[in-house]
């Protein structure tokens, strides 16, 4: 990882991991349809309305900031989308999920249904698009998969929701309900009685993102 010369107009493009994964199976599930932007690096409270030379330079020391390189993380890179919301709006919106961390034992379910704080002016909603739901490790699930969405790319997102490739054990799944069944191989465990990852959820209308640990809890010893 490097910075980029912030004197001249940069585009760096890389496939993630996840991109990768989807090239190297080569049955045409990579495709490129959107783009976001995101302003991860930017730390805003260097804006200075009280720079002595003036209007011009109020966001100098922002223009001057480094810029990382492109790197190939899904999980680390663009957490913090750009979004058009309504003039005048005066809070951000938030993912709600009912919980801040979330412990299942082997073989338990659950089904998450999100919800967005503070969005187009209503105290909550469900997003229109819908949201993706990232786990880090899915080895850690029998079932992950996402629902209530009937988008092409929802559809084919869900399909391969368990799937793993080499090294790439993340997996993203759409929906407006997500659903969660813990693994019951006791492999996995390694002779440890917990097995730990993330699940990251973000509002695909409004950009809000938020990330809760997931804990799975040995129950059996039987392989």
């Keep these: 990882m ?11 493009a890389i496939l993630t991991k996840k991109g990768r ?14 783009f976001a932007l995101a302003d991860d690096e930017i730390d805003y409270t260097l804006y200075n309305p009280t720079n002595p030379q003036g209007s011009a330079y109020y966001g100098e020391a922002i223009d001057n900031m480094p810029l990382l390189e ?14 058009t919301l309504p003039r005048g709006t005066a809070v951000l919106p938030v993912i709600d999920l009912g919980y801040s961390a979330i412990t299942l034992k082997q073989g338990a379910s659950l089904a998450i249904t999100p919800q967005t ?14 949201y993706t739901a990232t786990i880090a490790d899915v080895r850690t699930m029998s079932t992950f998969n996402g629902i ?15 799937t793993t490739l080499g090294t790439n054990v993340s997996s993203t799944v759409i ?26 959820v973000v509002g695909l209308d409004s950009g809000a993102r938020l990330t809760i640990p997931l804990t799975i809890t040995q129950t059996t010893t039987n392989s």
């Design 117 to 130: 704080l503070n969005y187009l002016g209503n105290t909550t909603a469900f997003e229109t698009s819908g």
């Design 21 to 34: 994964e989807l090239l190297a199976q080569n049955d045409g599930s990579f495709r490129i349809t959107q």
């Design 70 to 83: 492109a790197f190939a993380d899904e999980n680390q890179i663009m957490k913090y989308k750009l979004a």
């Design 175 to 200: 929906g407006s309900q997500i659903n969660l069944t813990a693994t019951t191989v006791n492999t996995l465990f390694a002779g440890n009685s917990q097995l730990f990852s993330t699940l990251t």
């Design 2 to 12: 490097g910075y980029l010369n912030n004197q001249v107009v940069t585009v760096d």
């Design 148 to 162: 209530g969405i009937q988008s092409t790319a929802a559809q084919e997102q869900n399909t391969t929701s368990t």
